[in-house]
């Protein structure tokens, strides 16, 4: 079946720019989750969904970002302001999950920021 | 989340078994071993993950010793696909459950 899918794949912004990344879960996945991947790093929570309720931003890195899923679906995360720090690739996982049950995380293969 | 240990590279042999070894000293007793590993330019992709007891699956087999203290992934007849960075996580199997990635091991199979 689909996997998880994310748009664009690569987005080059301006410093100052503001970028939407877009993320399509697995149909059905409760849990959704974006992480944040520096160059030669491990991947780097940033925040938990399950279904529209945004459980965890602990790892969002300032107010310049800023995530959505409206009706428990399609997530978008946003960056205002891009500076080059925030270049990077931005990975989503969706999971199925619910309650106090967790089932392992489905990544997506994420879009490459790089801000000039 | 315990934190755990690995080594940051290692080869071996197109054909051969692959041991990637993980230490998770401070590991409690709810949590499990976790091995994801990420192939150049795709997201981290789920193996396998266990408690106590040894797990198998298609893909990898899981070998937990019995403090638990430490584990083992093997890759039973590793080929050139196998090529990718090997994350060992330690977590609650909690809903919402964030994985902690380390370092991880960049193993390299050559033919």
């Known amino acids: 079946g689909a996997g998880v899918s994310q748009s664009p794949r690569y987005k080059v912004a301006k410093r100052g720019q503001d970028v939407a990344l877009r993320c399509d879960p697995i149909s059905g996945h409760v849990s959704l989750f974006w992480y944040q991947q520096a160059l030669g790093q491990g991947p780097e929570f940033l925040t938990y969904f399950q279904n529209e309720a945004q459980l965890d931003k602990s790892g969002l890195p300032s107010d310049r970002f800023f995530a959505e899923r409206p009706e428990g679906s399609v997530s978008t995360l946003k960056i205002q302001r891009t500076q080059q720090e925030d270049s990077a690739v931005y990975l989503c996982?969706?999971?199925?999950?619910?309650?106090?049950?967790?089932?392992?995380?489905?990544f997506g293969p994420g879009t490459r920021l790089t801000v000039t | 989340d315990a934190k755990t240990t690995q080594p940051p590279s290692m080869d071996c042999a197109e054909g051969r078994a692959a041991n990637l070894p993980c230490n998770h000293s401070t590991i409690s007793g709810n949590e499990y071993v976790y091995w994801y590993r990420q192939i150049h330019s795709q997201g981290p992709q789920y193996i396998i993950h266990?408690?106590?007891n040894n797990e198998t699956n298609e893909m990898a087999s899981l070998i937990i010793t019995e403090d638990r203290k430490s584990s083992t992934l093997i890759l039973p007849h590793a080929t050139l696909r196998d090529t990718a960075v090997y994350y060992c996580i330690v977590r609650l199997k909690a809903a919402g459950n964030k994985l902690t990635f380390g370092g991880g091991t960049r193993v390299l199979v050559k033919p």
């Open positions: 996982a969706s999971s199925l999950a619910g309650g106090a049950v967790s089932y392992e995380q489905y």
């Open positions: 266990g408690l106590k």
